[in-house]
């Protein structure tokens, strides 16, 4: 069973800028991002394949959000910016030992916790 442990996340205006970390108690092909924003279906925002360093992104974050991965911490980083109050959602933490598909969420197998994420007009 991995364990993802997550941290960051928090409060700020519209424009502003958050960063999101994940560290995994072990090895996984891939590591990544998704969110539910209140009252709506989980989504993926962004994921990285650890061996070939793919990085999917959803359209809605692209140009605006970079997630990052740390080979040796076993970290997944996302740097969050010009934040906008439909970024607002829960922030979970995701990983498998095979494949992430950012529109299938119910495929990935282990789910850190969460971090909420709201961002004011």
């Not at 996340?9 to 539910?36: H, I, T």
């Not at 970290?75 to 529109?103: F, G, I, Q, W």
Request: charged letters at 20%; a neutral charge; one cysteine or more.
């Amino acid at each position: 069973q991995v364990q993802l442990v997550e941290s960051g996340g928090g409060s700020v205006q519209a424009g502003g800028s958050l960063n999101l970390s994940c560290v995994a108690s072990e090895d996984v092909a891939c590591m990544g991002w998704f969110r539910q924003p209140p009252g709506k279906e989980r989504e993926g925002v962004a994921v990285i394949y650890t061996e070939t360093g793919g990085t999917p992104y959803a359209d809605s974050v692209k140009g605006r959000f970079t997630i990052s991965h740390d080979r040796v911490e076993k970290t997944v980083n996302l740097h969050m910016r010009s934040l906008k109050p439909a970024d607002t959602a829960m922030y979970y933490c995701a990983a498998d030992p095979l494949y992430c598909p950012l529109e299938l969420p119910h495929r990935v197998k282990y789910w850190g916790q969460g971090v909420q994420v709201t961002v004011s007009s």
